[in-house]
């Protein structure tokens, strides 16, 4: 299949419309990851996202609206919904609610919840308003590679895959939208994003976080969302997290790369913008300032993306403090370390 990369213009978004219309996949750019999407109620059509990325059927989907009265057929919608729709959509938020008998079960899992959100893209919301159709779209990449921040991720994952991409240049969050639970007895976080356990408090009181968002799921132990069952990305080298004290992990970085490289690694360090300098001798690859937690969230994937082009074999990054959208980056880090972390005072 010839896959056409076009950027978002009304000849394209038309296009859009009627390859989803006719049950082909589109991928498109939203707020925080590019999605790859189908017509929700389409079967056929959902089940070909599955195929196009490897992803294991078990694995539910969020379906994508651009407007709120598309979820009369998808979902009930609690009071408490209407709050944080009211609060903080169109954006990066994706809400668990009670579904509805229309949603087919491919799109759920055979789940009795279904996952709901209104992207903030103008791309995104131009083509759902031109499809009509309510777009069932996870991240656009390959199962088990880190979501797609750019068009081109998404090319380098899906050429010859699908038929469209749309353009919307980078996404501007970099991680995938904070998902909240509200189909339990007390509103519960399964996966954090750019919208903070705070943020969320403020607006509907007491909100639970899923007990393995900074760490694996424990043998037996059920995932509340089944995408935390899965590996999670993680880079084809080897990384270790560096915590403790700012002057200390510097110099544990210093070390801990000087020892890989002469053992003969292809190694690197990922490290904060104000300790680029200090690091110069390490190939230091620049993750965003220490104090913009979502600067760090914003490059994260394009960096580890980076890491296997480079075929980087040995890899140690520094931490954000896991608050707020730190939470979220850290989650996402954790993983691609599978959780290995070093204190630097050891190293030293
Ligand atoms: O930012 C995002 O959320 C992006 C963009 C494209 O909107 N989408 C995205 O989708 O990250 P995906 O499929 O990669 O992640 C959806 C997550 C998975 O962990 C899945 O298990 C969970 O949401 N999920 C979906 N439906 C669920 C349900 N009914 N109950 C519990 N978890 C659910
Ligand atoms: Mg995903």
């Not at 589109?26 to 992803?55: M, Q």
């Not at 959509?89 to 709901?116: M, N, S, Y």
């Amino acid at each position: 299949m010839n896959t056409q990369l076009l950027p978002a213009t009304d000849a394209s978004l038309a296009l859009a419309a009627r390859l989803l219309a006719d049950g082909q996949l589109v991928a498109f750019p939203t707020e925080t990851v590019y999605g790859l999407g189908a017509n929700a109620l389409d079967e056929a059509a959902v089940r070909s996202i599955f195929a196009a990325k490897g992803r294991p059927a078990d694995n539910p989907l969020i379906v994508h609206i651009h407007d709120r009265t598309q979820l009369t057929d998808i979902c009930e919608v609690t009071e408490s919904a209407v709050r944080l729709m009211d609060a903080f959509w169109p954006g990066p938020l994706t809400i668990i609610l009670p579904r509805k008998e229309t949603v087919p079960d491919v799109v759920t899992a055979g789940l009795d919840t279904v996952a709901v959100r209104m992207p903030a893209h103008p791309v995104a919301l131009a083509m759902l308003r031109a499809c009509k159709l309510p777009i069932a779209a996870p991240s656009a990449n390959r199962s088990g590679k880190p979501s797609p921040t750019s068009a081109k991720h998404v090319f380098d994952d899906m050429n010859g895959r699908i038929p469209l991409i749309l353009d919307g240049g980078e996404s501007d969050v970099g991680l995938e939208s904070t998902v909240i639970s509200l189909a339990g007895e007390k509103p519960c976080i399964l996966r954090p994003g750019g919208i903070t356990k705070a943020m969320l408090e403020a607006v509907v009181g007491p909100v639970e976080l899923a007990g393995s968002i900074l760490r694996p799921l424990e043998k037996g132990e059920k995932a509340l969302s089944p995408g935390m069952m899965y590996k999670h990305y993680s880079p084809d080298g080897q990384v270790t997290l560096i915590e403790g004290e700012e002057s200390a992990v510097v110099e544990a970085l210093r070390r801990l790369y000087a020892h890989a490289a002469s053992e003969g690694h292809r190694a690197c360090v990922m490290c904060f913008t104000e300790h680029v300098a200090a690091l110069a001798d390490c190939n230091p690859h620049d993750i965003g300032s220490k104090d913009d937690p979502s600067e760090v969230a914003h490059r994260l994937f394009a960096t580890l993306r980076g890491l296997d082009d480079e075929k980087m074999d040995v890899i140690f990054s520094e931490v954000v403090p896991p608050e707020g959208v730190g939470l979220a980056v850290m989650n996402r880090l954790g993983r691609a370390a599978a959780f290995r972390t070093v204190r630097a005072e050891e190293v030293l």
